[in-house]
């Protein structure tokens, strides 16, 4: 069965750093787009970054272009999140997704347990 | 393009027929998936391409809607559908809905 299990989430001062991993398995992960979203506590869902299937194209929300990079690693089956410059308002739990492709469209059909980020002095 | 979701929340009863709509600030065709999202769990999509059923997603749930308008129906609601529902249009930068809870009544 499609697995993806997140790791790196901690806590952190403001202005820090942070490095999320997401480790997939049974599936070609190569040959997939794959996101991360973020949810803030209490509170919805916010797409932050997807990387396409090779890593030559990537996308950011506003907020985190900058200081977020989303990479992959196609050999070991990992997506990575590395976030810099780390604020409070990035507090949130954050998913790994796959983006699953079909009637010319893009939906999330497999995703993490979440990871949480807690940013905080 | 912003995403308006409507009820933010909603009190329902077994047997009920709930219907939850989005709305976008500009045409996305047809690119809208809904999301089921429990307390602590991972959302799980039910419905992409606006109309289409995931496998193993029960046919009392369907979508309708295209351009800027979309529409989530549950045709009898299960004690297991109680839960959060987003929308959410897959153009650059990707969007969700703030989210639908549907609680008992």
């Known amino acids: 069965e499609v697995q993806l299990v997140e790791s790196g989430g901690d806590l952190v001062q403001p202005g820090g750093s942070l490095r999320l991993s997401c480790a997939a398995s049974?599936?070609?992960?190569?040959?997939?787009?794959m996101s991360w979203v973020r949810q803030a506590p209490g509170k919805g869902l916010e797409w932050v970054a997807s990387?396409?299937?090779?890593?030559?194209?990537?996308y950011y929300v506003d907020s985190v272009k900058g200081r977020f990079t989303i990479s992959r690693d196609n050999a070991k089956s990992s997506l990575y999140l590395q976030m810099n410059s780390l604020r409070v308002e990035d507090t949130a739990v954050y998913y790994c997704?796959?983006?699953?492709?079909?009637?010319?469209?893009?939906?999330?059909?497999?995703w993490g347990q979440g990871t949480l980020v807690t940013v905080s002095s | 393009i912003q995403m308006t979701q409507s009820p933010s929340s909603l009190s329902a009863s077994v047997g009920d027929r709930v219907t939850i709509t989005c709305r976008t600030s500009q045409s996305i065709s047809i690119y809208l998936n809904w999301y089921q999202q429990k307390p602590g769990k991972a959302p799980k999509v039910l419905i992409y391409?606006?109309?289409t059923l995931q496998d193993g997603v029960p046919s009392r749930f369907s979508g309708t809607g295209s351009g800027t308008d979309f529409t989530l129906t549950i045709s009898s609601l299960q004690p297991e559908d109680f839960a959060t529902y987003y929308c959410q249009q897959t153009y650059f930068p990707r969007t969700f809905g703030g989210g639908t809870k549907v609680d008992i009544k």
């Open positions: 049974e599936f070609s992960f190569s040959s997939y787009w």
């Open positions: 990387i396409k299937e090779d890593g030559s194209e990537t």
């Open positions: 997704a796959r983006d699953s492709y079909a009637s010319e469209t893009y939906y999330y059909d497999y």
């Open positions: 391409a606006a109309s």
